[in-house]
Structure formats: C-alpha cells, structure tokens
DNA sequence: CAAAGCCCTGCAATCGATTACAACATCTAG
DNA sequence: CTAGATGTTGTAATCGATTGCAGGGCTTTG
C-alpha cells in the first residue's frame, strides 16, 4: 500500500512517452498534440501524479509562494488582511507562508532568513515596527526579495506599500464629533513609535484645529491598539476633573476596553461620554452599544498588497515609491451621540 | 549592485573547500575540522549565504514546511490556533503555510493539491467539513502526507486529532445555570452537521437530564458559530411565549450577536436572561456585560497538533487514531445570574 | 615498523522537474 | 518535386544542495 510517490517519469512511462512531453502537456497544453495530451491525462489520472514543488521551483528558480509577517496573528485585524491576500495569492497559484514576528525577541529575523531564498519569491510586511532595511542587508539572498509594506509601514522605507488613509480618517472621526455639538474632545492613541499611531494623532490635531477648536494636550492619552489598553484610559478618564465629552480612540479593540472599564464603574456610553473607534473588525457593529467607528477596507487591504507583491515578482515593477493609500469611511452607529448640556 | 545570489558554490570557492566540506560545516558542524569550519562560516558572511531551500528540498525529500487548513482566517478562534502552531513549528525550524478552505467551491481540494508533494510534509486540518478521506485519497502523492485534525474532527476519520472536551464542556455551563437556579434553559446551536455542534448539543442534553431537568426541544434553536446567528436567535427568543431565563451558545460569537441584538430591543443581560458563551475569545472579559463562557485552551490546541504532526513528520509514529482531549474550563463573569422571581 | 583504525575531505551521483536544442515528420508554396 | 516553414517529440543539461563512497593523512597498537 504505502508506495512510492510517482515522479513525471513514471507517467511518462505509462503513457509512453517522453518526460518533457509530460511537462509540456500539463504546463502548455497547447503545445502538444491532442493524442499525447490525452494520454499523458490518463497517466496522471492513473498515477495519481502530483507535481514535486520542490524539483519545480529549483528548475524554474521560482517558489510559488509569497511570505506574511503578521505582528499578531490573533489580532482579527491582520487576520482579515491575510485572507485578503490569500483570496489574492491563490487563484494565481501562490502559497502563502505566514510567520508572526513577534515570535522571536530577536525580531523576525530568524523567521524571515528561514522563509528566505528559494522558499518564497517575495514578502508582505505587516508589521511597521520591523527593520526592513537591516533584514534587506542581512543577505544578498534577502536583498533581492521583492517587499511591500501594508497598513504599517516603515517611514523610511524603499518598499512599496498600501494604506490607509489614517489622517483622513481621525479627520472623520474628529467632525462626526465635532457635528454633533462635542467641543471637549480627547484621543486614546497607538503605541509609541507606531506609524498609525503618530498620523492617526496628527489627523486628530490637524482636524481640531481646522474646526477652530483648542487641542487639549490633557486630553491625549497614550495607548495601545488593544482591549488593555483602553481598560488603562478608562480609568484615566475617570479621574480627571475635566473630562472630555467624547473620546477618538485608536483602535476599536482599545474602544471596547474603554467602554467596557467604564460601563463596569457605572458610565455609560454614549450618555456619559462619546466614543468612536478605528477598524471596524466585525464584533465592533454587535458590540453593545454598537460602536460608531471608521472603517477600513481590510480585505482590500490585502488583496492590494497581494497583487501589487505579485506584479513585481512577475517583473512589471511598479516604479519603487508606490504608496497607494485606501479610503476609510465613518460608520455611525450607537456609541456616538450629542453631548449633554453641563 | 543587483548581483547574482551566491550559492554554495560561491561558498566553497570563497573558502577554499568543497561544497561537500561547506554543507557538513553548516549542518553537521562537529563533523568538519575548527579551520574548515571558521573558513566556511567567514565565507558565508562575506557571500551573504542563504541555503536555498528547494533545491534542499528536494535533495531531503522533505519540505519542512506544515500546511494549516482553516475553514475561516478571520475568525479569531482559528487564527489563536495557528499562532500556537506557529509557536510549535517555527523553532523546529519548520515553516508554516496556511489557506482557507472556503476559497474554492470545490472545497479546499486544489489548495490542497496546491501544497501537495514537496510543498508541506504534513496538514494539520481545522475544518471539520472537509472530506479528508476523498482528500488522502485524490492521489498517491497526498495519501502519504501525515495528517493531524485539531478542534474540529471527521468522525470518520482515522487521522489523529486533537481536540477539547466540548460535551464536558456544555455540561459545565448547563451546571453552572442550574447553581444558579436556572430551570428554564436553552441551547443556541452551532451549524448543522458540524461535530462541534452535535457534542455540545448532546452535552446539554446529557447535563440537563443527569441533574433532572426537562428538555425543552423548543429551547434549541438553530444556529452558527458568528454574530449573525446570535442576533437571528435573538429574534426567536423575543416572539416566544415561555422564554428560557438562560441561554448556552455554541460560541462567543453567537452569543455576542445575541445579546447585542436582545440590547437593542430593551432587554438586558444577565437581568432578563443570562447568557454564557463557548470559547473564550479574548474579547469576551471586555464585552458588555462581560461574558461568562467555557474557556478553550486554543493556544495549546494549536501547540499539541504541531507537537503531533512533527512527531509523525520525524516517524515517531503514534499509533493511529489517537485522539487526546483537552479540558476547558468554566469562566464566570457578568452576563450569568440568578434567575429573576417569575 | 607494519597493520588497523579514525578523522577529515573531495568526487560525483542524486533528488524531479523544466527547457534549449536538435531531429524528424508533415505540410505549403514555388 | 523540392526548399522551407511548421508542428511535435525526445535527448540531455540544468537548477543547488546533500551524502555515499573512497582516499589520504595521522594516530594507535602489536
């Protein structure tokens, strides 16, 4: 029972031709003649063939397959741009090899130099935080490697990469507020150092000042993207003697963290404060109340990083310097409402 | 500047050794002598060597790589999964490639063919769904690979799983209502067919029959593991005349879109029915309430599956058809209470 | 001092596919 | 009828690493 797995040599031999005849029938059917194609069908149908990547990716000094390095794959947010590039890579015959590159204290490197070389023919990077430049010189092997950046990207860097347009976004956020009469206004932000983190801060000041209103230095609270984090802010709110009406938070993770500590002390949203978030991950529109917040087109996200990682592998360089940047949307729901009088 | 990348030819040249001597100092370092092998690892850093893996691959007739075969990337449950395959594989110096089964109608049949062969030397399957025996037995080329089922499992199937006490798990939760002095309970299902849905259900049942409660067949409603069916459930809770005062769902999810929908129409949890969940996502200690749910080790869950599929990879053949189980745990937070005086 | 054993190294075969090239058959046009 | 074009096929080189085998040098032992 356990045999051997079959080579093209062995359907070559049942169906009696050459192997390159084989390789032609099934790679450029054109290209053969329709008996020999017929039989070499049958062959593999008989053999139960399948083809040794390994072998073909040596030959054709090709991989197949695009890496992912996701800071947290936990994170429903990465997650839903993975499958974007998933829905992307597949169907042009790519394998997606995904590592986290909060793995190692060391940094991806170890994960991407294991990924390196033959094993995949380019990256996609979802984790600003990462050194590309120091993991394109680590090896003349990586420095070939195609990259593109999405959602976070590195300031710095050469790399192509698709975003979102997150200034944009805290502007959105910032005058839904503004509209419904909030004039105190606080943010929750990223993490230190993070690129979504000092735009998306930037959006927010730049959107205050615009509509003439005063930019609180009191008001700005520092974050994180997750549910910690605006369990932290929450309890910061709540002792300040002047507390803002509404609060742009971030992230929608750090939103429920905020909302969640809060309405465990007894506030409640949106009476008692105004709360919007930044994601719109699926749990954000069942969440209770259900979160007004700017939504990103996650799936698109990766889908767009897919094939603009595909285009160059395939040679059609985009020219380097390619930023595409997504646009985001306010979805009002439940958590936003007019401030009440004081 | 865009140069060649270097083999291990250029290695050897550089240090002034075979390639023979060049791979026995990178992968068998003691075999070498000290002056062979400092020659080497200089000329490596010189060269910016990395081993290119297909033609590794091939050689070794192994890929050392893993393939996961997820029904849904998005869903949080999955992905905690993966990142603790992850966390198996990689040090193992094994590489991960993931896809989702939903992307072809077909099933997850040319993805798998996909990874075939070289590609991975072994799956570990999160899709219960999934025919694995029409998988294994599309060809001799896949029939080989050693497969591992983890959370979800085929009934049929002979490959090992692992996979949690899902019925002592719904008999947790049934306990923990009736402690409380629930009498009226009922049971929002997973999606038909699913293995998950059938243990948990008989476990409900099982619970409520061993502590001498009525099994109330309209109590069961059907549903699936997202938002949507919770809120569809909602709906069905609200027009019935005997209302349970508890509610087991099959997953977090559900029983977020449950109680978000119950919410929007006036009613409150856990005051006019308590809820309590299945999973444990991270999300659900910061809902509002805060969920009470049966807590699955997904980490582990991930962790054991690698653990297992590298073991059959290495030939450390457990016997087919092991199947451990890992307990879960009762987790009680907000959204379950005493039930209200009628 | 010779035989046996050990360590280290290099030669060359090998993994399984793809593909440049050449050979051959068949067809077309002059 | 023949030169040339066209279409189909097979031969064999190739991708880059690993590894069985054999040989050379050195040490140990009788």
Same mark, same amino acid.
């Given at each position: 029972m356990a045999t051997e797995v079959p080579t093209i040599q062995d359907v070559a031999r049942v169906a009696g031709v050459s192997t390159a005849t084989v390789s032609r029938a099934l790679s450029?059917?054109?290209?053969?003649?329709d008996s020999a194609r017929r039989k070499v069908l049958e062959a593999v149908e008989k053999t139960g063939y399948v083809v040794n990547e390994a072998a073909r990716n040596l030959r054709q000094q090709r991989a197949n397959a695009i890496g992912v390095i996701a800071p947290d794959l936990s994170n429903p947010f990465f997650s839903s741009i993975i499958a974007g590039i998933e829905q992307i890579a597949g169907p042009n015959g790519f394998g997606v090899l995904v590592t986290e590159s909060s793995m190692t204290g060391q940094g991806a490197f170890d994960h991407a130099s294991l990924l390196a070389s033959a094993r995949v023919d380019g990256f996609v990077v979802l984790d600003g935080q990462m050194d590309l430049s120091r993991l394109r010189n680590r090896s003349k092997g990586l420095s070939q490697v195609p990259v593109v950046s999405a959602? +976070?990207?590195?300031?710095?860097?050469?790399a192509p990469s698709v975003t979102v347009d997150n200034a944009g976004g805290a502007e959105k956020a910032v005058r839904h507020l503004v509209d419904l009469g909030h004039t105190k206004i606080g943010h929750i932000t990223g993490p230190r150092g993070n690129i979504l983190t000092t735009t998306r801060l930037e959006g927010f000041r730049a959107a205050l000042q615009s509509m003439g209103l005063p930019v609180h230095e009191d008001f700005i609270l520092p974050g994180d993207f997750n549910l910690e984090a605006g369990k932290l802010a929450a309890e910061i709110w709540r002792t300040m003697e002047d507390r803002p009406t509404a609060m742009f938070c971030a992230s929608d993770q750090q939103a429920f963290g905020f909302i969640s500590q809060l309405s465990r002390q007894g506030f409640s949203v949106p009476e008692d404060v105004s709360v919007i978030g930044f994601d719109?991950? +699926?749990v954000s529109g069942f969440f209770v109340p259900a979160l007004t917040t700017i939504s990103q087109p996650r799936l698109e996200l990766g889908r767009m990083a897919a094939r603009m990682l595909l285009d160059r592998i395939n040679g059609q360089s985009h020219r380097e310097g390619l930023h595409p940047q997504l646009d985001v949307t306010l979805v009002v729901r439940d958590s936003t409402a007019a401030p009440v009088a004081a």
């Open positions: 450029n059917p054109e290209r053969v003649s959602c +976070e990207y590195p300031e710095d860097s050469p719109d991950i +699926e």
